[in-house]
């Protein structure tokens, strides 16, 4: 996609855009006469000023606002030779504010966070690292660096001077793949930084199957049994066959008692029979 194309997209989604679908992420699509378009389609939305400090803190996110006195011309012309963007918002019943409003430029790595970083460009980063860097990628904290990579392939190599450019090495290959390049001098060494738009992750979305009311008769009727319960085989206690009833004919407690070889023993017959 050519670089015209994109930004005939992004106007074209801009002009679609309305305030109440405006996120912190969104905003940052959108420039200074999208705003003051948007406010004034909501003039006759009786939420519009109910809720304005609402949206005047979603605009803040990404621009930056002044606001003036009516009638103070000389204030306003000051803001519009700083490159801000003046305009009256009618809130209803005769109340009105002027707003002067710029986009909050992205100059410093600080300035990155996870709501713009996806409306950059490769070169823009590059631009931004560009101007604060000094110790190479590993310079950058750990926050700085999550921010980054959630929009942007990044990758680093270190090489000699005479080596980085090495026809067919590394920095060809990522060059011809479309990555942005950042040269970070270290001595006789060269830190290369490679960054490349990361396209954006396809949410996956769960698919649960219908159910199906044309079921055979088979499927439907299927008796469940509860064997939760149920004695395991080993734990049946199994009927003697030959187990008549106990009476006391047949119940039987005396035992035998055999003799003992032992001749200094004491024989237990003879015991019984001293009892």
């Known amino acids: 996609m050519t670089k015209e194309s994109k930004e005939t997209n992004a106007n074209n989604e801009s002009k679609a855009l309305s305030l109440k679908a ?50 103070d011309t000389a204030n306003q012309a000051k803001y519009t030779q700083l490159g801000y963007k003046v305009g009256t918002i009618n809130l209803g019943e005769d109340a009105s504010v002027v707003w002067a409003i710029k986009k909050r430029p992205i100059m410093r790595v600080t300035d990155l966070t996870y709501e713009n970083i996806r409306h950059i460009t490769a070169a823009k980063l590059i631009e931004v690292l560009e101007r604060n860097f000094g ?18 392939d990044i990758s680093t190599t270190t090489l000699p001077k005479d080596r980085l450019h090495k026809k067919g ?47 055979d008769d088979e499927d ?24 008549d009833e106990i009476n006391e004919n047949n119940y039987r407690t005396t035992f035998d008692i055999e003799d003992v070889d032992d001749e200094d023993a004491e024989s237990l017959s003879d015991y019984i029979a001293d009892e």
């Open 169 to 215: 090495g590394m920095y060809d290959k990522k060059v011809a793949d479309g990555y942005e390049v950042l040269e970070v001098e270290k001595g006789l060494w060269v830190e290369a930084i490679f960054a490349k738009v990361k396209p954006e992750a396809i949410k996956p979305r769960m698919k649960f199957e219908e159910h199906n009311d044309d079921l």
């Open 22 to 71: 405006l996120t912190k992420s969104s905003v940052w699509d959108v420039q200074e006469n999208d705003i003051f378009r948007m406010l004034a389609a909501a003039e006759k939305d009786a939420e519009l000023k109910d809720n304005f400090r609402h949206y005047a803190s979603l605009v803040r996110s990404a621009f930056m606002i002044e606001e003036l006195k009516e009638g």
């Open 135 to 152: 110790g190479g990628w590993e310079s950058l904290s750990q926050s700085i660096q999550d921010i980054i990579e959630t929009g942007f």
């Open 220 to 243: 439907a009727d299927v008796d469940i049994v509860d064997d939760y319960n149920k004695p395991d085989e080993d734990d049946v206690e199994l009927e003697d066959p030959n187990d």
